[in-house]
């Protein structure tokens, strides 16, 4: 089982590399976003997306509700643990 986290992606670093920074709960990672992008949704228009991060990898796109509604239950899992 994999397991991607939601973040949102705030800046493209590299277009030609395809890598970008994005804000996942607060943290700000570099990712590569090869696997969202196309000729129809290039990195530069990738700002502001909200995606799924698995090892550094952008997996796919997701939205700004389903991004919120996993993270709550993220959270939620980390109170039952702790």
């Not at 990195?43 to 990898?57: A, K, N, R, T």
Request: charge should be negative; hydrophobic fraction near 45%.
């Amino acid at each position: 089982m994999c397991l991607g986290i939601p973040g949102q992606i705030i800046e493209i670093t590299n277009v030609n590399y395809k890598l970008a920074i994005v804000n996942i709960g607060g943290v700000k990672r570099q990712v590569n976003i090869a696997c969202i992008v196309d000729e129809q949704h290039p990195p530069e228009s990738c700002i502001g997306d909200w995606v799924l991060v698995h090892v550094g990898f952008a997996m796919n796109r997701i939205n700004e509700e389903e991004a919120a509604e996993t993270l709550q239950l993220l959270q939620e899992l980390v109170a039952i643990s702790n």
